[in-house]
């Protein structure tokens, strides 16, 4: 076998040794047969540790999306309003709004339940006493009759649908959560405004002050 010299003290010292038996001085210099694990060991494990951080944060940004999407509150007016039917599976359906007739009785606003149960979405054309005001009405997918002002007041869209269990702007991407009225896209504060509105028989009722008093947000 052929021996080669420690560069510390010059003892003769075996192709393969790592370490002088003569002083204990370090041998850096490998033999040619030798695989040098440890540049591999140095160049490898930065990037394994890098991979595995990168899987770490994607996980944890899916669960906070996933927790936040659980737990999206209702709108605080949504919240108060009837629950009128069985809740409603809207996955992978696009429901268009519906036109109904209405009247005016005793100050109040009044159409057909079974007409919004019936279409899912409706909308009828109060005028006010100086422009029209759109009115609209929905089962959400809690089965809850939801009643908002009609307008998504950048682009001034007065006619939305069903998209899934979001409420969607007829002509514009503007698209909301049914329930929470979240904004996916745009228009964060613009969503269709849910307004209180009651049930009396097979009615829906809503006084005309609450209408005549809403106001613009922009």
Aim: glycine share 4%.
């Amino acid at each position: 076998m052929n021996q080669k010299k420690c560069p510390s003290c010059g003892n003769s010292i075996k192709p393969d040794a790592r370490f002088c038996p003569q002083c204990g001085a370090v041998i850096t210099e490998l033999s040619n047969n030798q695989p040098d694990h440890t540049s591999n060991q140095t160049i490898t494990s930065p990037v394994r540790y890098l991979v595995i951080g990168s899987f770490i944060v994607i996980i944890a940004n899916l669960i906070v999306l996933l927790v936040q999407f659980i737990t999206l509150e209702e709108h605080n007016v949504i919240a108060r309003q009837p629950v009128v039917t069985e809740p409603v599976d809207y996955s992978n359906k696009e429901i268009q709004m519906t036109g109904i007739d209405f009247r005016l009785e005793d100050g109040d606003v009044i159409f057909s339940l079974d007409d919004v149960i019936q279409h899912r979405i409706v909308f009828i054309d109060y005028q006010g006493p100086t422009s029209p005001i759109p009115v609209m009405a929905y089962i959400s997918s809690n089965g809850k009759l939801v009643t908002a002002i009609s307008i998504n007041e950048p682009c001034n869209e007065t006619k939305f649908k069903i998209v899934g269990n979001d409420i969607k702007a007829e002509t514009c991407r503007a698209i909301w959560d049914m329930n929470s009225m979240e904004a996916h896209i745009c228009c964060g504060n613009n969503y269709p405004d849910p307004i209180p509105s009651k049930v009396e028989g097979d009615e829906v009722r809503i006084p005309e002050t609450t209408i005549l008093a809403w106001n613009r947000r922009l």
